[in-house]
C-alpha cells in the first residue's frame, strides 16, 4: 500500500519512457516474488495455518519456564542489531563504489528497513490477532522478524558484488541469517508470536528488501552533492 503510491509518485518525475518505468518496477517485484525466501516462507506460512499444525509448532516451541529459554529478550534485540550491522559493514565494503555510491547505497538500505518499520506499525494498527500468550492482540507483524530479514536480504546483494572467496561469502550470510532467525525465533519462543507470524513476517521482509534494492540500486539512480557556492545541496532523484 506504501510502495504503490511511492513508484507512482516518482515515476512521474521521471523524464524515462512510461513503458521503462513500468518494466523496471515490475523487474524489482519479480525479483523479490520469486525469491525463494520469500515464496518458501510465505508458503510455510500457509501451509502450517491450512492444516493446523501452527498452534502445535508453536506450543512446542513456547517454553512453561522462562529460564528455559534458549534467546531471552535482551539476545533478539542483540542479534536484530547485529543484522543491521552486518548489512551496513557489507554495504560500505561493497568494492568499485565511490562515496557517493556507498552513501547511496546506505541510504537505500535504510529506506528498506524504515518501510519494514511501517509496515508492521500499520498491521499491529489494523490487524487484530491475540499472540500465543494472550498477552497482546497486535500478533501478526513482528519487527524482530520482518527487520532482520529484511537485513540479511540485503546483505546477501552486497556480498554478491564482493570479489571475496566463496567460503566467505555463505559464512557471512550463514551469519546474517542465523541472527535473523534467532531473532524471530525468540518471539515464538516467549509466546508474543506463533510459528506462521513470524513466517510470515520473514516473507514479507525478504520482499520489501529485494524490492527496494533492486529498484533504487541501478545506474541511473543518482546521488549528487554540491558544497560549493552559497547554497549547498543534496539531491537524490530515482528514476524508473
Request: proline share 3%.
Amino acid at each position: 500500500m506504501m510502495l504503490v503510491p511511492m513508484v507512482l509518485i516518482i515515476s512521474a518525475c521521471s523524464s524515462k519512457s512510461i513503458s521503462y518505468n513500468w518494466d523496471r518496477t515490475k523487474g524489482a517485484a519479480y525479483n523479490a516474488a520469486v525469491d525463494p525466501m520469500t515464496w518458501a516462507s510465505l508458503a510455510t506460512g500457509l501451509t502450517l495455518d491450512a492444516t493446523g499444525y501452527d498452534e502445535d509448532i508453536t506450543n512446542h516451541i513456547m517454553k512453561d519456564n522462562p529460564d528455559d529459554f534458549i534467546f531471552s529478550s535482551d539476545d533478539a534485540d542483540d542479534l536484530r542489531t547485529l543484522s543491521k550491522a552486518i548489512t551496513y559493514t557489507t554495504a560500505v565494503l561493497v568494492p568499485d563504489d565511490d562515496m557517493i555510491t556507498k552513501a547511496k547505497r546506505v541510504a537505500v538500505e535504510a529506506s528498506a528497513l524504515a518501510i519494514g518499520r511501517g509496515y508492521v506499525t500499520l498491521t499491529n494498527s489494523y490487524i487484530n490477532k491475540t499472540s500465543p500468550s494472550g498477552t497482546n492482540e497486535d500478533a501478526f507483524g513482528s519487527n524482530h522478524a520482518v527487520a532482520p530479514f529484511i537485513s540479511a536480504a540485503l546483505t546477501r546483494r552486497n556480498v554478491d558484488q564482493m570479489d571475496i572467496p566463496l567460503w566467505a561469502k555463505y559464512s557471512i550470510n550463514t551469519v546474517s541469517y542465523a541472527a535473523a532467525s534467532g531473532s524471530a525465533y525468540q518471539r515464538v519462543e516467549s509466546g508474543l508470536h506463533s510459528f506462521s507470524d513470524q513466517m510470515y513476517s520473514a516473507a514479507v521482509g525478504n520482499f520489501i528488501s529485494i524490492f527496494i534494492h533492486d529498484a533504487f540500486m541501478a545506474d541511473d539512480t543518482d546521488l549528487r552533492i554540491d558544497l560549493s557556492g552559497e547554497d549547498p545541496s543534496v539531491t537524490l532523484s530515482f528514476r524508473f
